[in-house]
Nanobody, 122 residues
Framework: QVQLVESGGGLVQAGGSLRLSCVVS????????MAWFRQAPGKEREFVAA????????YYADSVKGRFTNSRDNAKNTVYLQMNSLKPEDTAVYYC???????????????WGQGTQVTVSS
């Protein structure tokens, strides 16, 4: 069973930065494409960023492009989301997700974490 555990959320002022981490259990981490989604209060969950199993390909939602960076360390079974120039509209619960398919991980990944709250104050 794959387990994903996010950390690194918190409260930050607009313009600030946070780095989210997601640790994945199991020995097959390096085979998974990974993604980040977020859900703001009263809104549907939306895709944020994805990274393929090697880390050589990344994909971002337009709303975070140029501000967020997705990376991974396969030796540590960990994926990261560096978030810079944060805006109040980035406030949401952020979820880590995994799937063997880079295409599928951006839409309906098979595995999800529990989420971590990010709050950006104005």
């Amino acid at each position: 069973q794959v387990q994903l555990v996010e950390s690194g959320g918190g409260l930050v002022q607009a313009g600030g930065s946070l780095r989210l981490s997601c640790v994945v259990s199991g020995r097959t981490f390096s085979r998974y494409a990974m993604a980040w989604f977020r859900q703001a209060p009263g809104k549907e969950r939306e895709f944020v960023a994805a990274i393929n199993w090697t880390g050589g390909s990344t994909y971002y939602a337009d709303s975070v492009k140029g501000r967020f960076t997705n990376s991974r360390d396969n030796a540590k079974n960990t994926v990261y989301l560096q978030m810079n120039s944060l805006k109040p509209e980035d406030t949401a619960v952020y979820y880590c997700a995994a799937d063997f398919s880079f295409r599928v991980v951006t839409t309906t990944p098979a595995h999800w974490g529990q989420g971590t709250q990010v709050t950006v104050s104005s």
